[in-house]
């Protein structure tokens, strides 16, 4: 498949105009990787946002011991990486490889930055396919922790429903020292 098939094709770019389309497949470097060809390693500066166009890319984590890596999920075909990290200005917290032969498109930081600039409702649709995405990655994170945390545990999981609130006892120490609370 190529970039602009994908991104005619694709439902999280359905909502952007056939100059959307023709303007990100110009702007995008499209290219063809081998199995095992590593897009970033961990700890390494963010310079480039991806989007996979065909075949599959492994995100795993390195641990601070001799235990290698740890593979938490596999992207296919539409999905978007290297967000994370571009985007707050950070260091990769995890690495990206090729998972078999993949074709990927990439997006330099300069042009993800001037995308933002342009008159059309193409950034604030991307935007918005990124802010989807980052929603399904941390719904399968707090996923994979709460299994880690209760597995073999007969504990009942409690939903989180926001900030952990502080006891009355609490919130008297507070005001006594000059620190006024309020719940939401």
């Not at 094709?9 to 909502?15: D, K, S």
Request: glycine share 8%; hydrophobic share 35%; aromatic share 6%.
């Amino acid at each position: 498949m190529r970039l602009i098939e994908l991104l005619e094709t694709a439902p999280n770019f359905a909502g952007l105009s056939r100059a959307d389309v023709e303007a990100l497949d110009r702007i995008m470097m499209e290219k063809d990787y081998p199995d095992g060809h590593e897009f970033f390693k961990q700890g390494n500066p963010a310079e480039t946002i991806y989007l996979i166009v065909d075949g599959e890319v492994a995100v795993t984590q390195r641990h601070s011991d001799d235990r290698g890596h740890t593979e938490l999920k596999r992207m296919g075909s539409g999905e978007i990486f290297g967000e994370w990290a571009l985007i707050d200005h950070t260091r990769r917290r995890a690495c990206c490889t090729a998972a078999g032969p993949v074709r990927v498109a990439s997006l330099p930081r300069s042009a993800f930055e001037l995308l933002y600039t342009a008159n059309s409702p193409m950034p604030h649709h991307f935007l918005h396919i990124i802010a989807r995405q980052l929603a399904r990655d941390l719904r399968s994170l707090v996923g994979t922790l709460r299994s880690a945390i209760f597995e073999g545990s007969n504990a009942p999981l409690r939903p989180y429903d926001g900030p952990e609130r502080r006891s009355d006892r609490d919130r008297r120490k507070g005001e006594r020292r000059g620190i006024v609370t309020t719940d939401r």
